[in-house]
């Protein structure tokens, strides 16, 4: 499986240390969570991933090249790739569906619960950095950390693994486990760039604060690889049949907390699949057969043509600095001219964001959902 060969390509030089953390309660809920807010359950083609990449695969994965590839002479690693491995733990189903359901699209910063007050339940947790040294304080806000997350276009782990390779791999279907692996060989993080040539052009560059960059080897792939897979993220993120059903998924949720079938505290404590269980036992199963059945996404004639919106989600985009062979750092632009914008073109795709767009729900569907929209 792919999953499995990518968790062995981040584990091999991983802290054993991790393992335990991987089997306490917290880290098992992520299992049923899926990585792609709720595509593995709907049936248009082009969003369906090929296969199932749990929340807790994605946290080992980030915590597992952290631990390789973030070193310090005072041996605070571990604490980075705990505050990785910790990141997501108040996801709850369907992940960043619950921001359109609350109308939080374009930040997404409140769909998940507080990781502290969550890693504080957790006894063998708790236990297990007593006995590592680790200060609870040290591994719950993962922002702390510039090599796990850093404000866009800044590459960070979060990034690099569950956006843009985890969606070339799993996701969009666009490359192959080798490719993903030359890919995931260009990355490093530096911590400052002392001793380094910067591009004084760039501001990024002259108020560097730690930040992961890329860099081409003999066994990688290149600049220009790296920035196509950025842009198979972006887009996929930007396209009509990705938002449409990000707006459905939040209206769907909402209406079966409106007739009892969920909560809050089943959304985080149960797994999809079995909040999914609990939706088809009910009398409401209909609607739910029916997002996750239909097939089309268009733009819309008009305002009345079936449950449409105008989706304007948040603008996932990243734009790593290089480092050349002669230990340069720059912005792409520095070594390879405006191939970035080249291959970036995102503002067509920003500007279609203002198209309302709809799908081919049933009559039923479209009535039961529309009374939800904001």
């Known amino acids: 499986m792919l999953v499995e060969q990518y968790n062995q390509m981040t584990k091999e030089n991983a802290d054993p240390r991790l393992e335990r953390y991987l089997n306490t309660a917290t880290m098992r809920r992520l299992q049923g969570k899926g990585t792609f807010c709720g595509m593995d359950y709907v049936n248009i083609p082009t969003l ?14 980030v915590a597992y090249t952290t631990s390789s590839m973030y070193r310090d002479e005072r041996d605070e690693y571990f604490k980075v790739a705990l505050a990785g491995l910790f990141h997501d733990v108040g996801t709850k189903c369907f992940a960043h569906a619950n921001s359109y359901r609350t109308g939080d699209i374009l930040k997404q910063e409140n769909d998940e619960l507080d990781v502290k007050s969550i890693l504080m339940r957790d006894e063998e947790l708790l236990t297990y950095l007593k006995e590592d040294g680790i200060a609870l304080d040290d591994v719950v806000d993962y922002a ?13 782990m979060d990034r690099l693994d569950g956006g843009i390779l985890g969606t070339c ?19 490093g ?19 560097f604060t730690g930040e992961m960059v890329i860099s081409e080897g003999q066994e990688t792939a290149s600049f220009e690889d790296f920035f196509r897979a950025i842009h198979v993220y972006s887009s996929l993120l930007l396209s ?26 089943i959304m ?11 939706i088809l036992d009910s009398p409401f199963k209909d609607v739910w057969r029916d997002v996750t059945s239909f097939d089309c996404v268009r733009y819309a004639r008009g305002i009345n ?18 480092l050349s062979a002669h230990l340069n750092l720059c912005e792409i632009d520095g070594i390879s001219g405006d191939f970035y914008r080249q291959l970036n073109p995102l503002d067509d795709a920003i500007r279609l964001t203002d198209r309302p767009i709809t ?3 049933s009559n039923h569907t479209v009535k039961v959902l529309s009374k939800y929209k904001k």
């Not at 369906?48 to 994965?61: A, G, V």
């Not at 702390?144 to 960070?156: E, H, Q, R, S, T």
């Not at 993080?189 to 108020?207: A, F, K, V």
Request: aromatic share 10%; net charge negative; glycine share 4%.
């Open 268 to 278: 985080f404590h149960l797994s999809e699949q079995e909040v999914i269980n609990r």
């Open 359 to 361: 799908g081919n729900l």
């Open 48 to 61: 369906r991933p090929i296969e199932y990449y749990s929340r807790l695969e994605h946290s080992k994965n």
């Open 144 to 156: 702390n950390y510039p090599i796990l997350d850093k404000p866009i276009p800044a590459l960070c």
């Open 240 to 265: 009509k049949e990705s938002r449409y059903m990000m707006e459905v998924l939040g209206l769907t949720l909402n209406y079966y907390e409106d007739v009892g079938v969920i909560d809050e505290d």
């Open 169 to 187: 791999l799993f996701w969009a279907h666009t490359h192959s486990f080798e490719e993903i692996k030359e890919l995931w060989l260009m990355v």
């Open 189 to 207: 993080y530096l911590e400052n760039t002392n001793g380094m040539c910067i591009d004084q052009t760039s501001e990024r560059c002259r108020n």
């Open 305 to 322: 043509d079936g449950l449409t919106f105008i989706s304007k989600p948040k603008i996932r985009q990243c734009n790593p600095l290089v």
